[in-house]
Antibody, heavy 118, light 110 residues
Framework: EVQMVESGGGLVQPGGSLRLSCSAS????????MSWLRQAPGKGLEWVAN????????YYVDSVKGRFTISRDNAKNSLYLQMNSLRAEDTAVYYC???????????WGQGTLVTVSS | QSALTQPPSASGSPGQSVTISCTGT?????????VSWFQQHPGKAPKLIIN???KRPSGVPDRFSGSKSGNTASLTVSGLQAEDEADYYC??????????FGGGTKLTVL
């Protein structure tokens, strides 16, 4: 059974940092692009970043470029999102998702809530 | 890229059919056959129910179907059931490793 479990969310002050983790199981992790997406409270979905199977390519939505870094450890079947210089508008539930190609997300984790507030 | 346009709400009675539209441009919906639909129940993660415009992943009831005409994609839910009440989101590949989402449609089963 494909499963992804996010962790690392919480309350952080503006300007602070947080590192999210996503532990994957039930599939060959290093065969897939992986993505982080987010959903602000009461709002729609937004893609944040993705990373190629071997980590050689990484892409970000403009609003997080230079602040967020996506990475993966294929030996640990894990995906990460390092978030720095956090802003109130980064408050959201963050999901990791498996990308079956062309930004088609076929499996999602349960999400982890990040709240940026003083 | 601008968000895809979805109606904020839709409704139907049990057993009826309802169609939700998702309108984009020739740079996204109209340019690629990579339209997805997701179902999201309150407090839950999104679930893929349609990919590549009209393909149903394993386990998704055939009551859900997708189509596309020009720059508009559509999701049809036939034989509405109470458990279909949820938020539905469309997305489309937009080239150059970009994706755009719709704003979501809240489906109410009357």
């Amino acid at each position: 059974e494909v499963q992804m479990v996010e962790s690392g969310g919480g309350l952080v002050q503006p300007g602070g940092s947080l590192r999210l983790s996503c532990s994957a199981s039930g599939f060959t992790f290093n065969n897939y692009w992986m993505s982080w997406l987010r959903q602000a409270p009461g709002k729609g979905l937004e893609w944040v970043a993705n990373i190629k199977q071997d980590g050689s390519e990484k892409y970000y939505v403009d609003s997080v470029k230079g602040r967020f870094t996506i990475s993966r450890d294929n030996a640990k079947n894990s995906l990460y999102l390092q978030m720095n210089s956090l802003r109130a508008e980064d408050t959201a539930v963050y999901y990791c998702a498996r990308d079956m190609g062309a930004h088609t997300y076929d499996y999602w984790g349960q999400g982890t809530l990040v709240t940026v507030s003083s | 890229q601008s968000a895809l346009t979805q109606p904020p709400s839709a409704s139907g009675s049990p057993g009826q059919s309802v169609t939700i539209s998702c309108t984009g441009t020739s740079s996204d919906v109209g340019g690629y056959n990579y339209v997805s639909w997701f179902q999201q129940h309150p407090g839950k993660a999104p679930k893929l129910i349609i990919n590549e415009v009209s393909k149903r992943p394993s386990g998704v009831p055939d009551r859900f179907s997708g189509s596309k005409s020009g720059n508009t994609a559509s999701l049809t839910v036939s034989g509405l059931q109470a458990e279909d009440e949820a938020d539905y989101y469309c997305s489309s590949y937009a080239g150059s490793n970009n994706v755009v989402f719709g704003g979501g449609t809240k489906l109410t089963v009357l």
